[in-house]
């Protein structure tokens, strides 16, 4: 069993759909990063979180260190958001998950 | 800022040539990470850096690999020989501490023949 899961693996919405990722590990983590990997291949670390939850313009990341489970939630996603986004935790080193891919259609 | 730099962007070339991926940090980064990204195991820390010295080489596949940091604003990954297996994109990131946040480079893909 991975230490990091994220589901759903695939994911296509629809533009202006709310879309929830999430991240499930099984590991004592300093901190959680939701990162985003555009096709082209780059990586963007979209936030770093230990505790509550952050906000940055449409997404939205929420942690619960008891049930060690975080989310990634896009309101009114656009199809600019169609991405790869991985979760990783810090432990003594970074640990990431497989990553979701979304797709969003106009 | 430039951002994390990477070079070369791509590079193709045969078994059992030597290999040398580059890395500039983020001037005042004192962590620099390299990372390896394939389909089959997704992004993978090969080894970790902090203050130019190597903290962390335990991903580091095997002697076929080797990575230096000379000074706080270079780094290289090097492979030699390299094998048809790592074919890959190796990514170069950087941050202030090892628990901030990230700073990823473009990466480098790279294809051995």
């Known amino acids: 069993k991975n230490e990091v899961e994220q589901s759903p693996q695939n994911l296509t919405a629809q533009e202006g759909e709310f879309i929830t990722i999430n991240c499930s590990y099984s590991?004592?983590?300093?901190?959680l990063h939701w990162l985003q990997q555009h096709p082209g291949g780059g990586i963007v670390s979209l936030f770093m979180l230990s505790s509550g939850k952050k906000k940055h313009g449409r997404l939205i990341a929420t942690i619960n260190i008891q049930e060690k489970h975080s989310s990634l939630h896009i309101t009114a996603s656009h199809p600019r958001d169609s991405a790869v986004y991985i979760c990783a935790v810090n432990t003594d080193k970074l640990i990431f998950g497989t990553g979701t891919r979304l797709q969003v259609f106009p | 800022d430039a951002g994390v730099i990477q070079s070369p962007r791509h590079e193709v070339t045969e078994m059992g040539q030597e290999v040398t991926l580059r890395c500039k940090p983020i001037?005042?980064?004192?962590?620099l990470f390299w990372y390896r990204q394939t389909m089959m195991r997704g992004l993978e820390l090969l080894i970790y850096?902090?203050?130019?010295?190597?903290?962390?080489d335990s991903g580091m596949p095997e002697d076929r690999f080797s990575a230096k940091m000379p000074n706080a604003s270079f780094s290289t990954l090097k492979i030699q020989p390299s094998e048809p297996r790592d074919s890959a994109v190796y990514f170069c990131a950087s941050s202030w501490d090892r628990r901030a946040p990230l700073h990823f480079g473009n990466g480098t893909r790279l294809t051995v023949t």
């Open positions: 590991v004592g983590i300093s901190a």
């Open positions: 001037s005042g980064h004192n962590s």
């Open positions: 850096f902090n203050n130019n010295v190597p903290i962390d």
